[in-house]
Nanobody, 126 residues
Framework: QVQLVESGGGLVQAGGSLRLSCAAS????????MGWFRQAPGKEREFVAG????????YYTDSMKGRFTIARDNAKNTVYLQMNSLKPEDTAVYYC???????????????????WGQGTQVTVSS
């Protein structure tokens, strides 16, 4: 079982930056593919970024490439999402998610992720 707790959300002006963190419990973190998703008001939850066990492979939704960076620190059981050049349309609740231990595919399919955090709100003002 993996428990995930996100932090780092808040209010930021357009063009600003935020770094989200997701702290994971459990001893399997280094063998869990991790991902970030987001859900804007009135919209479906969408994939943002994913990262492999060691961080050697990352995968992003096209619209976020170049602005968002996912990274992980297995020694700290933490995955990060660095968000730069934020836009009002980035306003959403951001969720951290983990795949089952041992799975290696890094993709954006929500059904592939078995553990979810409670989310952290990011609001970007214009």
């Amino acid at each position: 079982q993996v428990q995930l707790v996100e932090s780092g959300g808040g209010l930021v002006q357009a063009g600003g930056s935020l770094r989200l963190s997701c702290a994971a419990s459990g001893r399997t973190f280094s063998r869990n593919v991790m991902g970030w998703f987001r859900q804007a008001p009135g919209k479906e939850r969408e994939f943002v970024a994913g990262i492999s066990w060691t961080g050697g492979r990352t995968y992003y939704t096209d619209s976020m490439k170049g602005r968002f960076t996912i990274a992980r620190d297995n020694a700290k059981n933490t995955v990060y999402l660095q968000m730069n050049s934020l836009k009002p349309e980035d306003t959403a609740v951001y969720y951290c998610a983990a795949r089952l231990e041992g799975r290696t595919l890094v993709d954006g399919q929500q059904y592939e992720y078995n553990y979810w955090g409670q989310g952290t709100q990011v609001t970007v003002s214009s």
